[in-house]
């Protein structure tokens, strides 16, 4: 993936190519998942049907084990589906081989937690470097496009600190900075502000719709939080029990614009 | 994950647990420093024989002995060739030809004779034998006290220290530390003896008619030979003590007396071999009882004694003794090589047992790790540069270590020796090569040991790695 000066701060970013645009970013088809606990079998995706645009900002939503942490995680390539399938891009992961997965992970997908999951021993520089070792992109460059991605977030100052040193929103948004280090054109963000405060949260939360509206990055978020959900995502998925319950669209999330959108952002 | 990246994140990844990596590493050292140890006194030992052997001559020489000498007859190997009374002499034109033959450095009479020696009026009977000057680069006279023959001829004689002792009437009494012999040489350098000995003197046409009477009897005419025996003196001086081990086992080394050759040769002495070979010695020139013959180098003694076999001679070299030597000490370095590799193979363990709990240290940070795109390769060749590095620094430090242990024992050693008066002597041997197969081994001893944690941190579920508090 070609990198520009402005990979960041484009408005009107070519992210996603009009094939893509055309057919949803992620379509989730008849989705299992299953775990055996001892003798008890543990439905934690269970038949799920859902289409993602490109570009669009859905929430997940329900309460702890309605199994929307594992819809993500099998989004992301990090957990293979029992049944069914998950196709992102016209690729079907199920049938990717681990490297496969692992390099869709690398350059498709970015991702957010609830813990951040900075590595501890790193400084934020190189935790947001990290990506681009595994992506093997040159000693170089890795340098200036992590402090830019540092400064996207506003860290550029903190770049040499460790993560204990800095604080939940601070790490959050270093987590933010690594996730789009190799261009994703997916975010997927995990509960990003369950351990932060309101007003903390609400500023990573800014950051997560800029990233949707100024780079047209397709974005799945996880949370328990309706309100939150309500006030930014532009679509309501409702899990429980493993099962998708309900799919509202969110006026409110796509008309709140701080900002003007990628003209192909949506159709 | 380019080489580079993966090395950095692996030592830092080290320096993270120092304590418990520093153990490990600690492991490795002792483990190869104990394999290097091992190997270094195998090979030290290995070549501080060999170079007393090659030093002591018995590699390059060949010992000739006539098939007449009927002190060999019936020996397996001898069976074939010559019946021994038509097999030829071992006389001088003889040892010029097995001179000229390729590879031989000298070939020199073996003269030997019991005689009579006064010093101070007082006799002493004992064993005399010539040395040729090549002698004198030899181990065994190495440590002559005073110095060796000024000449060939010379008519000087150097004195095995037992026999200093008996001249000077000092018999090592048992229990007390033996006189030096730098005591023995001092009282007695530049003085003289007076060797009494049986001079062969040829009288071929004086006794041509009790030779003709004698002969008569044989098959085919030989020319008759006679000689007289008369006795002589040859006036001696003292140059040299030397203390030879009597239980050597070169030759010359045996007699208590030794004279140059050149002078040993034209004393004429009668030798035992003489009555025997009266009946064909045709000529004045003098018989051997045996020749030795030096050779170039060892590697050449066995074509040296295979061409003198085929002139019909008797050979006789240690060669065989010096191969089951080695064989002995290729057996000595495995065995040594084992117990050294015990210690590395406890180190082994202690790097799987590391990596094992390093993965469960970072089995979140594998985790993030696989979740931001890490492939399981990447993660298995971390581990894997995590096991190398401390391998090879353990491998590093062994080497150091294993090296150090040597030199302290060895200088131990020869502190010990010099106490009890030996020549010091390197025992301790690190050849390159052993330092490239010490660090080589113990690198990839780590990799192999690093071979299950990485396969199991790179085969983590990163859902339950991520999980994990």
């Not at chain 2, 590799?341 to 790097?351: D, P, R």
Request: aromatic share 6%; charged share 25%; glycine share 6%.
């Amino acid at each position: 993936m070609m990198s520009s000066p402005d990979r960041f701060s484009s408005k009107n970013a070519p992210v996603v190519g009009t094939a893509v645009v055309n057919s949803p970013a992620i379509r989730v088809q008849q989705l299992c998942r299953h775990y055996r606990m001892g003798e008890t079998l543990i439905r934690a995706v269970d038949g799920v049907n859902l289409e993602v645009r490109a570009g669009e900002f859905i929430a997940l939503l329900g309460s702890s084990g309605s199994g929307k942490s594992s819809v993500l995680n099998l989004i992301a390539g990090l957990d293979r589906p029992t049944s069914g399938s998950v196709i992102v891009h016209e690729r079907d992961l199920a049938q990717l081989s681990r490297e496969e997965l692992a390099h869709y992970r690398l350059h498709t997908v970015g991702m957010v937690f609830q813990s951040f999951n900075l590595i501890a021993s790193m400084t934020l520089a190189e935790n947001v470097e990290l990506p681009m070792r595994f992506a093997e992109v040159d000693r170089a460059k890795r340098d200036s496009l992590a402090n830019e991605a540092l400064a996207r977030v506003g860290l550029e100052e903190r770049k040499n600190h460790r993560p204990s040193e800095l604080s939940g929103g601070e790490q959050q948004r270093a987590a933010l900075a690594r996730a789009l280090i190799n261009r994703p054109q997916l975010l997927l963000a995990d509960e990003p502000t369950g351990n932060l405060d309101s007003h903390t949260g609400t500023e990573i939360m800014n950051m997560i719709r800029d990233f949707n509206q100024q780079l047209g990055m397709t974005i799945v978020m996880v949370t328990h939080e309706r309100a939150l959900a309500e006030r930014y995502a532009q679509r309501l998925i409702f899990l429980a029990d493993g099962k998708l319950v309900g799919d509202e669209s969110n006026s409110a999330g796509a008309t709140e614009k701080d900002y003007p959108r990628a003209e192909t952002d949506r159709p | 994950m380019k080489l580079p990246d993966l090395t950095e994140l692996a030592l830092r990844n080290l320096r993270e647990s120092l304590l418990r990596n520093s153990l490990t590493t600690i492991g490795i050292s002792v483990g190869v420093a104990s394999l290097v140890a091992m190997l270094s006194l195998g090979i030290g030992l290995q070549q501080l024989t060999s170079r007393r052997l090659m030093k002591s001559g018995l590699f390059d020489t060949v010992v000739v002995t006539s098939r007449r000498d009927l002190r060999n007859f019936g020996r397996e190997e001898e069976r074939s060739g010559p019946a021994p009374a038509e097999s030829r002499i071992l006389d001088e034109p003889t040892r010029q030809e097995i001179e000229r033959l390729p590879n031989v450095s000298e070939a020199y009479p073996d003269i030997r004779f019991i005689t009579e020696l006064r010093y101070e009026d007082k006799p002493h009977l004992t064993m005399v034998a010539a040395l040729p000057t090549s002698a004198k680069s030899s181990d065994a006279f190495e440590t002559v006290q005073g110095q060796f023959f000024s000449s060939d001829v010379a008519p000087e004689a150097i004195l095995q220290k037992a026999f200093a002792e008996e001249l000077l009437g000092k018999t090592p009494k048992p229990g007390i530390d033996e006189t030096k012999v730098a005591e023995l040489a001092a009282p007695l350098m530049g003085k003289e003896l007076t060797m009494r000995y049986a001079q062969r003197e040829t009288s071929k046409s004086a006794s041509s008619a009790e030779a003709a009477d004698k002969t008569t009897s044989g098959d085919h005419s030989v020319s008759s030979a006679a000689y007289s025996v008369v006795s002589r003196e040859q006036k001696l001086k003292i140059v040299g003590v030397a203390d030879l081990d009597p239980e050597s086992m070169r030759g010359p080394t045996r007699a208590r007396v030794f004279l140059p050759l050149g002078l040993a040769e034209s004393l004429h002495v009668m030798q035992p071999t003489d009555l025997r070979e009266i009946s064909r010695a045709a000529s004045d020139q003098p018989v051997y009882s045996s020749i030795s013959v030096r050779v170039k180098n060892p590697s050449q003694v066995q074509k040296v004694e295979d061409a003198i076999k085929k002139m019909g001679f008797n050979t006789f070299s240690i060669l065989d003794a010096s191969r089951s030597i080695q064989q002995f000490f290729k057996v000595l370095d495995v065995f040594l090589g084992i117990f050294g590799s015990l210690a590395l193979a406890v180190a082994f363990i202690g790097i799987v047992n590391t990596l094992v709990m390093a993965i469960l240290e970072r089995r979140r940070e594998i985790g993030i790790m696989k979740a931001i795109g890490a492939s399981d390769g990447d993660i298995r060749k971390l581990f894997f540069a995590e096991a190398g590095a401390m391998g090879l620094l353990g491998g590093i430090v062994g080497v150091a270590l294993g090296w150090a242990i040597g030199q302290v024992i060895n200088v131990g050693t020869n502190i010990y020796l010099k106490s009890q008066s030996f020549p010091a002597e390197h025992f301790w041997s690190v050849p390159w090569w052993l330092v490239a197969f010490a660090l080589a081994f113990s690198f990839f001893v780590s990799l192999a040991a690093g071979l299950y944690p990485a396969r199991r941190a790179a085969r983590l579920d990163p859902v339950q790695a991520l999980r994990y508090e």
